[in-house]
Nanobody, 123 residues
Framework: QVQLVESGGGLVQAGGSLRLSCAAS????????MGWFRQAPGKGREFVAT????????YYADSVTGRFTISRDNNKYTVYLQMNSLKPEDTAVYYC????????????????WGQGTQVTVSS
């Protein structure tokens, strides 16, 4: 069993920045790839970013490439999502998740999910 707790969401103006954190517990964190997904009101959940077990490989959705950065600290059992140049269309609940493989954008490959943190970007 893995528990995930996201934090760092909030309200920010367009062009601003936020840093999301996801603290994990329960299993050896460094054994798993990690990912961030988001779900906007009235829409399905979509992939945002993923990172490999040791942090050496990252992959992003086209919509956030160049603006968001995923990273991890295996000593702290934490994965981060630095979000810069935020846009109103980035408004969503953001979820972190544990991959049963390593780097993947496929939602069904993620076995454990956090409760989500709200990000709201005003225009």
């Amino acid at each position: 069993q893995v528990q995930l707790v996201e934090s760092g969401g909030g309200l920010v103006q367009a062009g601003g920045s936020l840093r999301l954190s996801c603290a994990a517990s329960g299993r050896t964190f460094s054994n798993y790839g990690m990912g961030w997904f988001r779900q906007a009101p009235g829409k399905g959940r979509e992939f945002v970013a993923t990172i490999s077990r040791n942090g050496g490989i990252t992959y992003y959705a086209d919509s956030v490439t160049g603006r968001f950065t995923i990273s991890r600290d295996n000593n702290k059992y934490t994965v981060y999502l630095q979000m810069n140049s935020l846009k109103p269309e980035d408004t969503a609940v953001y979820y972190c998740a544990v991959s049963v493989g390593s780097v993947t954008s496929t939602e069904r490959r993620y076995g454990y999910w956090g409760q989500g943190t709200q990000v709201t970007v005003s225009s």
